[in-house]
């Protein structure tokens, strides 16, 4: 049994920054590529950043510049700094990790960004 459990969303202004945070625990020898994805109302899941067991990042052009993703392999979780945040950022956002060869989801933590 493997558990994402994220933490460190919440209310924040425009231009303002968030760290989220994501450990992974249960049965796990070694975890793949794991990531931060987000989703608002009665839209697709979206992918936000990636990033590889070597620590190669990927990001979608939208977040570019302003998140940073990175991990702590020896804890088995994932952060994303996100600085200069605007509204269109607002979304529920969830972590995700690739063990062997499924692909394992958190509950979700919302991130609004409002004045």
């Known amino acids: 049994q493997v558990q994402l459990v994220e933490s460190g969303g919440g209310l924040v202004q425009p231009g303002g920054s968030l760290r989220l945070s994501c450990a992974a625990s249960?049965?796990?020898?070694?975890?793949?590529?794991m990531g931060w994805y987000r989703q608002g109302p009665g839209k697709q899941r979206e992918l936000v950043a990636t990033?590889?067991?070597?620590?190669?990042?990927k990001y979608a052009d939208s977040v570019k510049g302003r998140f940073t993703i990175s991990r702590d392999n020896a804890k088995n979780t994932v952060y994303l700094q996100m600085n200069s945040l605007k509204p269109e950022d607002t979304d529920v956002y969830y972590c995700n990790a690739r063990i062997g060869r499924l692909d394992y989801w958190g509950q979700g933590t919302q991130v609004t960004v409002s004045s």
């Open positions: 990033i590889t067991t070597l620590g190669s990042p």
């Open positions: 249960g049965s796990i020898v070694s975890i793949g590529v």
